[in-house]
T-cell receptor, first 113, second 113 residues
Framework: SQQGEEDPQALSIQEGENATMNCSYKTSINNLQWYRQNSGRGLVHLILIRSNEREKHSGRLRVTLDTSKKSSSLLITASRAADTASYFCATDDSGAGSYQLTFGKGTKLSVIP | SAVISQKPSRDICQRGTSLTIQCQVDSQVTMMFWYRQQPGQSLTLIATANQGSEATYESGFVIDKFPISRPNLTFSTLTVSNMSPEDSSIYLC??????????FGAGTRLSVL
């Protein structure tokens, strides 16, 4: 079953603007990860945040985690056309099999040059 | 990180036939995963493949339909058997890396006529 629910499902912004995507989940987690997928290809890992962390940065990416609300957000600052992709959150559920990830439905981001 | 080669990248198959997808990793890994991504959807875990043991299938997926081999620590295959148009999807393999991160192959885009 799907654990994460991202919103929005689709997001269209101008180059240079910031993009924010949200993810909600239902069960206790060990960590939450964000992945990017270009045009139905393989997924690329972006960032991992552990359940005891609240915020993490990597380059133009900023991820927050609120375990009390079971939600996370991914912020991409100063977006570029190359950021156009689908973004998925994935949870490593503490109650599930070891290291299995449950993926959300994804947000399709379009960055207009 | 790990480099994963997945073959074929795409195929068009006739109903009732079978297709075997290969996943080769450039280093030895313990855990490999197979996912299905139906058109416009997120990833759903098919099974976890550990070397030296039977694959563990998720609810809704059975070995007769999706037999998996894992002969060594760098290679795995997934067969989609007796295909129907409903099997048209992207199939992805991934491997477990350090810190619980998964590294993905580029995927196999399967169309069944």
């Amino acid at each position: 079953s799907q654990q994460g629910e991202e919103d929005p499902q689709a997001l269209s912004i101008q180059e240079g603007e910031n993009a924010t995507m949200n993810c909600s989940y239902k069960t206790s987690i060990n960590n939450l990860q964000w992945y990017r997928q270009n045009s139905g290809r393989g997924l690329v890992h972006l960032i991992l945040i552990r359940s005891n962390e609240r915020e993490k940065h990597s380059g133009r990416l900023r991820v927050t985690l609120d375990t009390s609300k079971k939600s996370s957000s991914l912020l991409i600052t100063a977006s570029r056309a190359a950021d156009t992709a689908s973004y998925f959150c994935a949870t490593d559920d503490s109650g599930a099999g070891s290291y299995q990830l449950t993926f959300g439905k994804g947000t399709k981001l379009s960055v207009i040059p | 990180s790990a480099v994963i080669s997945q073959k074929p990248s795409r195929d068009i198959c006739q109903r009732g036939t079978s297709l075997t997808i290969q996943c080769q990793v450039d280093s030895q890994v313990t855990m490999m995963f197979w996912y299905r991504q139906q058109p416009g959807q997120s990833l759903t875990l098919i099974a976890t493949a550990n070397q030296g043991s039977e694959a563990t299938y998720e609810s809704g997926f059975v070995i007769d339909k999706f037999p998996i081999s894992r002969p060594n620590l760098t290679f795995s295959t997934l067969t989609v058997s007796n295909m129907s148009p409903e099997d048209s999807s992207i199939y992805l393999c991934s491997v477990l890396g350090g810190g619980g991160i998964q590294y993905f192959g580029a995927g196999t885009r399967l169309s069944v006529l």
